[in-house]
Structures are given as C-alpha cells and as structure tokens.
C-alpha cells in the first residue's frame, strides 16, 4: 500500500518537473523563475503532507542496496572458497603457494589507516607465510585521495618488473612524499627500466587493472579502506595483529 502511494507521490512530483521544463523552455526568465518557486512550493507540500512515504522509500532504496551488498559479498565468497584463482586475477601475491587461507587486501596507498594496516600485515605475513596467501587489490578513494590512483598505476608498474612488494613498502612508508618525483626515484631505487616503469604507469593496461580491483571491491560493498577478505571472514580498519590472529584461528 504505501509503495503505491510513493509511486503516485514520485509521479506526481515527476508530472510537475517536466510541466516546469517544458514551461521554461518557452517563457521569459521572470515568468520561469515564479514558476519555479511555485513548483517548489508544491513540491514540498506533498512531502509535508506525506512525510512516512518519503521515509518508507528511502527504507525501502537502503534495503534494496543492502539486499544487493549481500548478492554481491556472497558470490565473491563463494568464488573464494571454489574458485580462489578467478578472485585472485593477475593480482599480485605473496606467501604460500597453495594456501589454505586466501587473504586479499583492498587499500589505498595514501589513506593513513591502510599504512598502519601494511605495518600489521607484514607481522601476520611474516609468521604465517607458510600457510597464508596475500592478494593486493588496489581500492584508491580518489574523492578524498588526489594521488591514490596515481600511486596505484605506479605500483602496477613496479608489479610488471616483479617489484610490487618493495614499491608498495616504499609507498606506504612514505606517505608524505607521495608525487612524481618521488615515484620515479623509488623506480630508479629498485632498478626498474624507468623507461618501461613510466609506460606501464601510464598505459591503458594499468587503468583497467585497477577498475576491475575497485568493481570487485564494489561488488564487496566496500566504502573505505583498507578492507579485507580472509577466506568467509570479511573486516576492516587498521586492526590489531591479535585481531587479524584470532580470525585467522576462525578460519583454519
């Protein structure tokens, strides 16, 4: 019942913005403009007089996103546990070559809580590479990161020369100097081809790797970083090595 009611509600509301469209489009601005307020006038009794309908179906838009956060979060763990390589890609890894746990880590080279994370990965990664293997997702937050993306196309660079683990310390542990000078001298500092380093960076091939991370992390319903996947286990923030032991103890 009070679906009907919104969708009558919301085509009436669209009726009166084409009316006005189509108005303005024909009338002097002074006569456009009066029409205007009196379209928003109108507008806002109807969302005055039926304030629980616009309530209900913002509800109903947050539980059908919801509904589809949980579809997408399910086929992605599921892909984990049968299918880890589809999950994986040409992403790049490191610890156990047939692991048990897949770990898989979306960050963004200069959000502040994904540095203090690296720190705590490179402990749990240290202690238990025998039996874990950690996949990075690049996942920059360009609204609030200018030089995410930029850092991220630079450690897929590095990842095409086999040097994305020391690049992406490098990037981590100097986030304060994020920029073009500092992106080539960490490529010169590992003795990467510069040349072939400043190509990868800015080829169409880096773009694409790093939009299919960011979709799978959408599907993910990922919104901040860093955010991971152990096997079934899903969290996120900079947590604690005793945290990141006990869903390890969880999942074996």
């Known amino acids: 019942m009070i679906l009907a009611i919104c969708k009558k509600l919301f085509a ?24 205007d307020s009196e379209l928003e006038s109108q507008v806002l009794q109807i969302i005055r007089q039926h304030p629980e309908v616009l309530i209900e179906s913002v509800q109903a838009y947050q539980e059908q996103q919801q509904q ?3 579809q997408g979060r399910k086929l992605v763990l599921d892909a984990v546990k049968t299918h880890p390589q589809a999950v994986i890609g040409d992403s790049p890894t490191i610890g156990a070559e047939q692991a048990k746990i897949l770990l898989v880590e979306f960050s963004d080279f200069q959000c502040p809580y994904c540095a203090e994370a690296h720190k705590t990965l490179k402990q749990f990664m240290a202690k238990h590479q025998d039996e874990v293997k950690l996949v990075y997702k690049h996942f920059p937050l360009t609204d609030i990161h200018p030089e995410a993306v930029v850092a991220a196309k630079a450690a897929w660079a590095a990842f095409e020369q086999g040097k994305f683990w020391p690049y992406q310390d490098a990037l981590f542990s100097n986030q ?6 500092f992106y080539v001298a960490t490529a010169q500092g590992l003795n990467l081809n510069v040349e072939q380093f400043n190509r990868d960076r800015n080829s ?18 990922i919104y901040g970083t860093p955010f ?3 096997n079934d286990e899903l969290f996120t923030g ?8 006990a869903i390890l103890a969880k999942v074996r």
């Open 238 to 245: 900079a947590v604690k090595l005793s945290d990141m032991e």
């Open 12 to 35: 009436q509301i669209a009726l009166l913005l084409l009316c006005i469209t189509l108005l303005s489009w024909s009338l002097p601005a002074q006569a456009a403009n009066k029409i």
């Open 68 to 70: 589809k956060i949980e």
């Open 204 to 221: 169409p091939a880096a773009n694409v790797a790093i939009q299919q991370d960011m979709a799978l992390g959408a599907s993910l319903g």
């Open 176 to 181: 304060q100097k994020l920029g073009e000078e």
């Open 228 to 230: 991971f996947v152990m």
